[in-house]
């Protein structure tokens, strides 16, 4: 799939790293898969979330029961154990993992220095875009010792991404990954499948 980049806008990132709606960008980052807009994710609205951005059916379920199934126990602090593996928007930050970039704090809010340093670090070809090659020099920079279940959720997330949004030259643009942190790329890939779907 090939974003259209002329589409995205800016982020609506603040200076504090929150959004208008008081949501941590974090936050803001997994509601697209909120199905329902209850603060609650389960399996099934993972896997309708996958769908909707363009993931087979296979890839789709895979990414729902693994998600869910290590980040309910953490979003959930004190709470008994479900088999519905629900995903509490609200707690995401307690669920973030390891041998990450670090634009996210550990309350979920935007680094923006952070985020910049990923392009003033590793964008080699061109400044505001990195290759295939680049990103994983980056995902590898980010491992850390012994991390070996942070280094893979990062290295899965990160290749999903660029699988799904390299233009067609191959690079993963600066913009659309800024939207894949605050959530809007989620919502206008969907968008745009939905309008070929029905042309």
């Known amino acids: 799939m090939v974003v ?7 982020s609506s990132v603040d200076q504090q790293g929150m959004e208008s709606d008081n949501l941590t960008v974090l936050q803001k980052h997994i ?25 087979g059916i296979f890839l789709s379920s895979m990414a729902s029961l693994l998600i869910n199934i290590s980040l309910s126990r953490k979003t959930r602090p004190g709470k008994p154990f479900s088999f519905k ?23 979920g809010r935007f680094v923006s220095s952070k985020f910049e340093e990923i392009f003033s670090k590793h964008a080699l070809a061109q400044p505001d875009s990195l290759t295939s090659k680049e990103l994983e020099t980056f995902v590898k920079s980010n491992k850390e010792p012994k991390d070996y279940r942070g280094w893979m959720a990062g290295y899965v997330e ?21 939207n894949a942190f605050d959530g809007s790329l989620f919502e206008r890939m969907a968008k745009e499948r939905s309008i070929k779907e029905t042309k």
């Open 85 to 107: 593996f629900p995903i509490e928007v609200k707690n995401i930050h307690l669920a973030k993992h390891g041998s990450d970039s670090g634009v996210y704090d550990k309350r």
């Open 4 to 10: 259209d980049l002329d589409s995205f806008s800016s």
């Open 158 to 178: 990160w290749k999903i991404l660029y699988m799904l949004c390299k233009d067609k030259n191959g690079m993963l643009h600066k913009d659309v990954i800024r």
């Open 31 to 55: 509601m697209f898969f909120d199905r329902d807009n209850d603060g609650i994710i389960y399996p099934w609205e993972t896997f309708q979330g996958f769908r909707a951005i363009g993931c």
